[in-house]
């Protein structure tokens, strides 16, 4: 396994993830549980890597005027609990133990919508281009961890476009479904 970072979850909060606080978030519905683990993707401009938009993005702190793509988010006001970088960094921007705004309007196995029992873990990429081997193996470690921490996640990770089919694509083609499981077993079995 490449990265060094090690990981755990206290209240809320993944030890070894960089903390920015999102103002986008909210209260989880009282009595639910986190029960699913959503995969996306994001880069802004789209497709374009760096440059801290992301982050200013989930702060409200976005600058509009800094290109044309920012215009046509502009006021949208999102959030996720993870962004995995391309580097492998991991930042959270909201506890766990709170809603993020990440899915929208979403369904998973009949359940509608999906932040009020998910975590949503983005990573910096886009539909058109691979995705980086540290973040697979960032994300298979993050992953392992939050499925020990909330074992109901233990057989439910799916796609953004998995749960608001026909309005999102993410994670995308290129996100390699098989390497992630793979990838996951394989940090099990050293623990």
Not at 83 to 90: A, N, Q, T
Not at 116 to 140: K, R
């Amino acid at each position: 396994m490449q990265h060094a970072a090690t990981f755990q979850v206290i209240e809320g909060q993944l030890i070894g993830a960089r903390q920015i606080a999102s103002p986008n978030y909210n209260a989880r519905p009282a009595h639910s549980e986190i029960e699913l683990l959503v995969v996306h993707n994001i880069s802004l401009p789209p497709s374009q890597f760096g440059g801290g938009y992301i982050e200013q993005f989930f702060q409200n702190k976005l600058d509009w005027s800094l290109h044309p793509y920012f215009q046509t988010i502009q006021g949208m006001q999102v959030s996720t609990h993870l962004l995995i970088l391309r580097s492998g960094e991991v930042l959270q921007f909201v506890n766990f133990n709170q809603r993020a705004w990440h899915s929208g309007r979403s369904s998973y196995l009949g359940k509608k919508e999906c932040n009020d029992y998910s975590i949503g873990i983005e990573l910096e990429g886009s539909d058109d281009l691979p995705f980086q081997e540290i973040q697979y193996q960032v994300l298979a470690h993050v992953v392992t961890v939050l499925q020990a921490t909330y074992p109901k996640l233990l057989q439910h990770v799916a796609g953004h476009s998995d749960i608001a089919r026909g309005r999102k694509t993410d994670p995308g083609p290129y996100f390699d479904w098989l390497k992630i499981r793979r990838l996951i077993q394989q940090y099990k079995a050293i623990k």
